[in-house]
């Protein structure tokens, strides 16, 4: 990310976004580490403020290469530069863009040196990323956050598959959070989700002021290696949306390169 890719953000390769697509960028964050300083200078005065917040410098350097590919991504879509692009917050801390941003919304996770943000025109949008690990406090935190039907579903689950089957279901859950902007104040035993990260996902139940099962779309997202994440979008399956996933490349003259092309949206049940 330098100060001429800044400028020249509405390049050739500006991704077309037509109205059921969704685009989820794929980011290393340890990518731009020798370019500290132009990440930095991209930030607006509040997000400097906040990176100044953390306690250790690799947690603040990928936060604020996060921040700034999330800029240059979004100025990809946008008449904008990546330092011109105001955020304002939703009453739960969702960050969204200006009314008059072509109806764009947008969704950000990071975990350990990745990140993912999802793009789209359709529906309000949620992603989440997390980094397979064995957790010593699993079971109590399942039991906590998940409905019944969650870790039932997780208890019939083989012991060996139980580690991936939890960080599913966990992403699955934060990626509806994200997508209705409650974040935490929507309780997470509230609605249930499909556990198993080999068959289709899907929400199977919902409070009624969040819509039916049928408004939800909810998509595995197959990213680095222990890694596992999903996207939820307020928008039926039957309006087939279609996902395309791209790398994120911070390069003076190419900020992205496309890794696949258009994928079928999967069945939801
Ligand atoms: C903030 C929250 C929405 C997601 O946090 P998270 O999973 O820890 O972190 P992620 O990297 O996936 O997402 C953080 C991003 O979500 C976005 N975000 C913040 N609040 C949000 C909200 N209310 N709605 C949607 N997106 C939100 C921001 O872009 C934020 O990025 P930033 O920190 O760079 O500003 C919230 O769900 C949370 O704090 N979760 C804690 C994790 C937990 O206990 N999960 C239990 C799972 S069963």
Known sequence: MTKRNNRNHQSATSPVLA???????????????????????????DERDRAGRFRFDDDRMRWVASRAALRCV?????D?????????YGANGKPELKRNSGGLHFSLSHAADRALIAVTRSAPVG??????????????IAAA???????????????????RAFFSCWTRKE?????????????????????DPDQPPAVRSIEECYGAISDWTLLNIETAPE??????????????VSLKQRQFVAEPTACCEPVSGR?????TR
């Open 227 to 240: 890694y596992i994440g999903a996207l939820a979008v307020r928008a039926p399956a039957s309006r087939e």
């Open 74 to 78: 979004l100025s990809r879509y946008l």
């Open 263 to 267: 994928i079928p949206c999967q069945p």
């Open 19 to 45: 109205d059921r697509d969704i685009h989820v960028w794929e980011c290393d964050l340890t990518a731009t580490d020798d370019r500290r300083d132009t990440c930095v200078d991209l930030l607006s005065g």
């Open 175 to 195: 990626a509806v959070i994200k997508a209705t902007g409650e974040g935490l104040a929507m309780p997470l035993k509230s609605f249930e989700v499909t556990v």
């Open 80 to 88: 904008k530069t990546p330092g011109q692009i105001d955020f304002y």
């Open 145 to 163: 956050q998940f409905s019944e039907g969650e870790q039932c579903q997780l208890r019939q689950t083989p012991a060996a598959d139980r580690s």
């Open 127 to 140: 992603i989440d990323l997390e980094k397979l690990r064995e957790l010593p406090d699993r079971d109590a």
